[in-house]
């Protein structure tokens, strides 16, 4: 039945030819108190539409039609095609009846909502998909946004209502069956409000449009004969978000305090922990996991036999990247003696049937039992998927043969292995599907067997989960979430680039928290960089280390983990599992949330923001402050440092990880911090050029070569460098280091990288100058492999490193096409006249950088970002070609040298850009 007209005379008229073309109906009326407003239920049933009209007479909501089916047979019915009988009015119950189906659908009118329940019984086919009421039309106006019940909560604005845009949402993986809807200045809820034994799948599909239209229906499964009941569904006028969400929750029956989720010696250790994830090569995990300084939740990623993705499900014996078995064992025993908790990953919902490249072959389970215990969809087919470059089927979870498999794993890392407890994938994130295999009793019931996993698992052991969603919070004691809040609306139409909002529109509501906090603790699962720390914090999140190596035995990477763990181990009781009380922007990228026992503001905007005690919280940092006066966060310092501090409660000493010096006021102390001292080598005019083998880079313009680049350099009187045994001792006696086009940097072996890499940081902070011609070539690294005349080779970032200058290891596409170059003020005095021309003339291809160019020093630039790029470092700097070096970049780099050495280009002073750990006075003011 289409939509009646928005002209209330014509709607009328609709609603008079449709009663006279149907049986007998009945009108009723009742009211609805919203934000002590009254507004009023209309109902013209079974010929029309349900109407919530505000004080003023104006429809807010129209429901219409009431009802919808859809058969795996494509068949579709509506009300329209149904005859209708009022069976009462008070309750509204209306029977609608064809030759296929019966359903019975109940209107309640409560204080404040209307729910809408409903049963089907199916007569002829099967039915999957069933929508009470049918839609939602979002009639008031304004409409200023809608919010999406995805992990966190996101908004859709209202040039999306607007426009003819759709957004499909599954639940899962949605993070909850709860919306809402800005309408008429009103928040407007849509939500199920009844729990149930076996949750069904729902959906919910938004039109954009006038006026906009919201259809939610669930996914089930009804065979002929069969009747099912169907969750009772609300819309809701008005009321406080946490309110309602609570409401929700508690009407559902979700969620279990961790307290009853864990024991009390488990929670009290779990919760000062950081998590830190190990990646392969993992021969050295040991090594890895001694060096980290505190205790901590040590995560292996690809611990499985066939390795990550591979081989599933058969995990055991572990991969051979642990040294097989023992080498696995090992790391256990090893995590234990220090503290930690070991903490593998597994994912019990997938069969690997073989992957890209050497090597590939099904899983011996896949091999032994075939396709017995795979997931089938309604046509009867298996349900392929793939992971990158691995491909396999999904399982159905209720399969005695799948059950027989988790537990034999699951079993064998608890009892045998000796791991703590399991990381779940899939579990939180995965589609709940209809499923055919015959070992479900309905084919509705693949999410309900899904939840029985963590269920049983976590009846032995605590289980962490990927995403996770509101069925989660039963069993789950920590929720990865992987998908951060974003700072502007989900506004993406298909084929269409993301709107561009105004700045008053960026919102995001994390209202997830309202129903997770208490009942499981966020995980971001790397808060390396400070805007993922801040969001952790923010959202009461777990403090995470990222992925750990070697590197974290000394140096920054050290001096990070030592913070970072400190911070989590302070936050403990203090914050962990706390509940959510309100969730407010300040400003568009300020937010603020206060917890039961503390309060974050944190500032994602790109300039300081000033609370009201004089303290300036750093862009894209924040500021957490405790019932107890424990206060923590990212500041800035009077000279502009950003500074990340803790300041325990009566402590007189504060623990900070900044760069340099710096003076920085939290509240009542002052934190000062000299800058580190480091001796000022002067090592001559002397330069090296990187000349190894030409296996370890893709061909280059032969202008970029050794040859050329050391006649550019002839000033420097250059040396060549053609091995790791080269650079460990002809380094110390040069001033300038040339790294040609995508040349990796050499060390003896890749377990030496770190070590090698330090020494190129004290390096460079002594005075050394390291040129980067082109792409970055400082972030790969190679060794030759011993009795191979070949080099292996890795990123920094798998390393553990974030680069020599401490930026985040990140390299943006490069454009696709060329870009003019111009010249700074600076540029224009540095360069010859022949150079300056030459780059000015040509067009480059420009890499955005990986860092901001915050105290860098720029000095010829495109659209696309800075060209020729000085990066002070210490005493010394690196200076970098930022994408592919034109003909005249050698030259040019050449001069920037020369200018850095005679003072013309101004380092300004040690700049020190690597932070480092230190406790400092905290003076009071």
Same mark, same amino acid.
């Given at each position: 039945?289409?939509?009646?007209?928005?002209?209330?005379?014509?709607?009328?008229?609709?609603?008079?030819?449709?009663?006279?073309?149907?049986?007998?109906?009945?009108?009723?009326?009742?009211?609805?108190?919203?934000?002590?407003?009254?507004?009023?239920?209309?109902?013209?049933?079974?010929?029309?539409?349900?109407?919530?009209?505000?004080?003023?007479?104006?429809?807010?909501?129209?429901?219409?039609?009431?009802?919808?089916?859809?058969?795996?047979?494509?068949?579709?019915?509506?009300?329209?095609?149904?005859?209708?009988?009022?069976?009462?009015?008070?309750?509204?119950?209306?029977?609608?009846?064809?030759?296929?189906?019966?359903?019975?659908?109940?209107?309640?009118?409560?204080?404040?909502?209307?729910?809408?329940?409903?049963?089907?019984?199916?007569?002829?086919?099967?039915?999957?998909?069933?929508?009470?009421?049918?839609?939602?039309?979002?009639?008031?106006?304004?409409?200023?946004?809608?919010?999406?019940?995805?992990?966190?909560?996101?908004?859709?604005?209202?040039?999306?209502?607007?426009?003819?845009?759709?957004?499909?949402?599954?639940?899962?993986?949605?993070?909850?069956?709860?919306?809402?809807?800005?309408?008429?200045?009103?928040?407007?809820?849509?939500?199920?409000?009844?729990?149930?034994?076996?949750?069904?799948?729902?959906?919910?599909?938004?039109?954009?449009?006038?006026?906009?239209?919201?259809?939610?229906?669930?996914?089930?499964?009804?065979?002929?004969?069969?009747?099912?009941?169907?969750?009772?569904?609300?819309?809701?006028?008005?009321?406080?978000?946490?309110?309602?969400?609570?409401?929700?929750?508690?009407?559902?029956?979700?969620?279990?305090?961790?307290?009853?989720?864990?024991?009390?010696?488990?929670?009290?250790?779990?919760?000062?922990?950081?998590?830190?994830?190990?990646?392969?090569?993992?021969?050295?995990?040991?090594?890895?996991?001694?060096?980290?300084?505190?205790?901590?939740?040590?995560?292996?990623?690809?611990?499985?036999?066939?390795?990550?993705?591979?081989?599933?499900?058969?995990?055991?014996?572990?991969?051979?990247?642990?040294?097989?078995?023992?080498?696995?064992?090992?790391?256990?025993?090893?995590?234990?003696?220090?503290?930690?908790?070991?903490?593998?990953?597994?994912?019990?919902?997938?069969?690997?049937?073989?992957?890209?490249?050497?090597?590939?072959?099904?899983?011996?389970?896949?091999?032994?039992?075939?396709?017995?215990?795979?997931?089938?969809?309604?046509?009867?087919?298996?349900?392929?998927?793939?992971?990158?470059?691995?491909?396999?089927?999904?399982?159905?979870?209720?399969?005695?043969?799948?059950?027989?498999?988790?537990?034999?794993?699951?079993?064998?890392?608890?009892?045998?292995?000796?791991?703590?407890?399991?990381?779940?994938?899939?579990?939180?994130?995965?589609?709940?599907?209809?499923?055919?295999?015959?070992?479900?009793?309905?084919?509705?019931?693949?999410?309900?067997?899904?939840?029985?996993?963590?269920?049983?698992?976590?009846?032995?052991?605590?289980?962490?989960?990927?995403?996770?969603?509101?069925?989660?919070?039963?069993?789950?004691?920590?929720?990865?979430?992987?998908?951060?809040?974003?700072?502007?609306?989900?506004?993406?139409?298909?084929?269409?680039?993301?709107?561009?909002?105004?700045?008053?529109?960026?919102?995001?509501?994390?209202?997830?928290?309202?129903?997770?906090?208490?009942?499981?603790?966020?995980?971001?699962?790397?808060?390396?960089?400070?805007?993922?720390?801040?969001?952790?914090?923010?959202?009461?999140?777990?403090?995470?280390?990222?992925?750990?190596?070697?590197?974290?035995?000394?140096?920054?990477?050290?001096?990070?983990?030592?913070?970072?763990?400190?911070?989590?181990?302070?936050?403990?009781?203090?914050?962990?599992?706390?509940?959510?009380?309100?969730?407010?922007?300040?400003?568009?990228?300020?937010?603020?949330?206060?917890?039961?026992?503390?309060?974050?503001?944190?500032?994602?905007?790109?300039?300081?923001?000033?609370?009201?005690?004089?303290?300036?919280?750093?862009?894209?940092?924040?500021?957490?402050?405790?019932?107890?006066?424990?206060?923590?966060?990212?500041?800035?310092?009077?000279?502009?440092?950003?500074?990340?501090?803790?300041?325990?409660?009566?402590?007189?000493?504060?623990?900070?990880?900044?760069?340099?010096?710096?003076?920085?006021?939290?509240?009542?102390?002052?934190?000062?911090?000299?800058?580190?001292?480091?001796?000022?080598?002067?090592?001559?005019?002397?330069?090296?050029?990187?000349?190894?083998?030409?296996? =370890?880079?893709? #061909?280059?313009?032969?202008? @970029?070569? *050794?040859?050329? %680049? /050391? &006649?550019?350099?002839? +000033?420097? $009187?250059?040396?060549?460098?053609?091995?790791?045994?080269?650079?460990?001792?002809?380094?110390?006696?040069?001033?300038? =280091?040339?790294? #040609?086009?995508?040349?990796? @940097?050499? *060390?003896?072996? %890749? /377990? &030496?990288?770190?070590? +090698?890499? $330090?020494?190129?940081?004290?390096?460079?902070?002594?005075?050394?100058?390291?040129?980067?011609?082109?792409?970055?070539? =400082?972030?790969?690294?190679?060794?030759?492999?011993?009795?191979?005349?070949?080099? /292996?080779?890795?990123?920094?970032?798998?390393?553990?490193?974030?680069?020599?200058?401490?930026?985040?290891?990140?390299?943006?596409?490069?454009?696709?096409?060329?870009?003019?170059?111009?010249?700074?003020?600076?540029?224009?005095?540095?360069?010859? /006249?022949?150079?300056?021309?030459?780059?000015?003339?040509?067009?480059?291809?420009?890499?955005?950088?990986?860092?901001?160019?915050?105290?860098?020093?720029?000095?010829?630039?495109?659209?696309?970002?800075?060209?020729?790029?000085?990066?002070?470092?210490?005493?010394?700097?690196?200076?970098?070609?930022?994408?592919?070096?034109?003909?005249?970049?050698?030259?040019?780099?050449?001069?920037?040298?020369?200018?850095?050495?005679?003072?013309?280009?101004?380092?300004?002073?040690?700049?020190?850009?690597?932070?480092?750990?230190?406790?400092?006075?905290?003076?009071?003011?």
């Amino acid at each position: 039945m289409a939509r009646p007209s928005a002209c209330p005379a014509m709607r009328m008229l609709g609603y008079v030819i449709a009663f006279c073309s149907w049986i007998m109906g009945a009108a009723s009326a009742s009211e609805i108190i919203g934000r002590g407003e009254t507004y009023s239920l209309r109902a013209d049933l079974p010929a029309g539409a349900l109407e919530i009209v505000d004080p003023g007479g104006q429809p807010l909501v129209t429901v219409s039609p009431l009802a919808g089916i859809a058969f795996t047979d494509g068949q579709r019915l509506n009300s329209s095609d149904m005859t209708a009988r009022v069976e009462t009015t008070d309750p509204l119950r209306v029977k609608l009846t064809h030759p296929r189906a019966e359903l019975t659908v109940t209107v309640v009118t409560e204080s404040d909502r209307v729910e809408f329940r409903g049963d089907i019984t199916c007569k002829n086919g099967v039915v999957m998909h069933v929508a009470i009421p049918h839609t939602f039309f979002l009639e008031g106006r304004p409409r200023t946004r809608f919010l999406l019940p995805r992990v966190l909560g996101c908004e859709l604005s209202e040039r999306f209502l607007s426009s003819d845009g759709r957004q499909a949402i599954d639940y899962p993986p949605a993070f909850c069956d709860f919306s809402a809807a800005a309408l008429a200045g009103t928040l407007v809820y849509f939500y199920r409000c009844e729990g149930a034994e076996r949750p069904r799948a729902s959906a919910l599909v938004l039109r954009g449009g006038n006026p906009p239209a919201f259809r939610h229906y669930y996914r089930v499964y009804v065979r002929e004969g069969e009747r099912r009941s169907l969750p009772a569904f609300a819309c809701q006028i008005g009321g406080e978000l946490r309110e309602t969400l609570l409401r929700y929750k508690q009407e559902c029956g979700l969620g279990k305090p961790l307290e009853e989720k864990l024991s009390p010696e488990f929670l009290a250790k779990w919760r000062t922990m950081a998590e830190a994830v190990l990646l392969p090569p993992l021969i050295d995990a040991p090594r890895v996991v001694t060096a980290l300084p505190m205790p901590a939740i040590i995560g292996p990623h690809a611990w499985m036999f066939g390795g990550f993705d591979r081989k599933y499900p058969d995990f055991l014996p572990p991969n051979a990247a642990y040294s097989g078995e023992e080498g696995f064992r090992g790391l256990v025993r090893v995590a234990h003696e220090g503290g930690h908790f070991v903490r593998p990953y597994v994912n019990f919902t997938w069969w690997c049937t073989g992957w890209d490249g050497a090597g590939s072959q099904p899983a011996p389970s896949y091999v032994k039992y075939g396709d017995v215990a795979l997931s089938r969809n309604l046509r009867g087919e298996l349900v392929y998927e793939n992971y990158s470059a691995n491909y396999g089927y999904r399982v159905c979870p209720a399969h005695p043969t799948a059950i027989e498999r988790r537990l034999d794993v699951r079993d064998a890392l608890l009892d045998d292995y000796g791991v703590d407890f399991l990381y779940e994938d899939q579990l939180g994130a995965r589609r709940w599907p209809s499923d055919l295999n015959p070992a479900l009793e309905n084919p509705a019931d693949y999410g309900w067997a899904l939840m029985r996993i963590g269920r049983e698992d976590a009846a032995r052991r605590p289980v962490e989960t990927e995403c996770g969603h509101d069925q989660a919070l039963a069993f789950a004691c920590a929720l990865n979430y992987w998908m951060l809040p974003p700072l502007s609306p989900v506004n993406v139409l298909p084929g269409r680039a993301p709107a561009q909002l105004p700045e008053g529109h960026r919102r995001s509501f994390p209202y997830a928290l309202f129903l997770s906090s208490g009942d499981a603790v966020v995980n971001i699962p790397n808060c390396t960089r400070p805007d993922r720390l801040a969001w952790a914090m923010l959202l009461g999140g777990r403090v995470a280390l990222g992925h750990v190596r070697l590197s974290v035995a000394k140096g920054p990477d050290r001096d990070r983990a030592i913070f970072l763990q400190t911070l989590a181990r302070e936050l403990g009781t203090r914050a962990i599992g706390s509940r959510l009380m309100d969730f407010e922007y300040l400003a568009p990228r300020v937010a603020r949330s206060p917890f039961e026992r503390h309060h974050v503001t944190a500032n994602f905007g790109s300039e300081p923001w000033i609370l009201a005690d004089g303290t300036k919280i750093a862009p894209d940092g924040f500021d957490l402050q405790a019932s107890d006066g424990f206060r923590a966060g990212r500041y800035v310092g009077t000279g502009g440092e950003y500074v990340l501090a803790i300041l325990p409660p009566n402590d007189e000493a504060a623990l900070t990880l900044a760069a340099g010096g710096f003076d920085v006021t939290v509240g009542s102390c002052t934190l000062r911090a000299h800058a580190p001292p480091t001796q000022h080598t002067v090592t001559g005019r002397r330069a090296a050029i990187m000349d190894l083998s030409p296996g =370890l880079a893709p #061909p280059r313009d032969d202008s @970029l070569g *050794a040859n050329a %680049l /050391a &006649e550019t350099f002839t +000033a420097f $009187a250059p040396i060549r460098m053609r091995s790791p045994a080269d650079i460990a001792r002809e380094l110390p006696a040069c001033r300038v =280091l040339v790294n #040609p086009h995508r040349q990796r @940097l050499v *060390a003896g072996s %890749l /377990a &030496e990288w770190p070590e +090698a890499l $330090a020494r190129l940081r004290d390096w460079c902070e002594a005075g050394g100058i390291l040129v980067e011609l082109g792409g970055w070539p =400082l972030w790969c690294a190679a060794a030759p492999e011993d009795g191979k005349d070949d080099w /292996a080779r890795i990123r920094i970032r798998e390393s553990g490193f974030e680069g020599l200058c401490g930026e985040r290891c990140q390299v943006f596409a490069m454009s696709d096409g060329r870009s003019d170059l111009r010249l700074t003020d600076l540029g224009r005095a540095v360069f010859s /006249a022949d150079t300056a021309q030459r780059l000015t003339r040509e067009g480059a291809f420009v890499t955005r950088p990986p860092l901001t160019l915050e105290n860098s020093i720029v000095l010829c630039e495109s659209d696309r970002g800075g060209y020729l790029v000085v990066h002070p470092t210490g005493y010394g700097a690196v200076v970098r070609v930022a994408g592919v070096p034109t003909d005249a970049a050698p030259t040019a780099v050449a001069e920037i040298v020369e200018a850095i050495l005679d003072g013309r280009v101004d380092l300004a002073g040690p700049a020190w850009r690597i932070p480092m750990c230190r406790r400092v006075e905290a003076a009071r003011n």
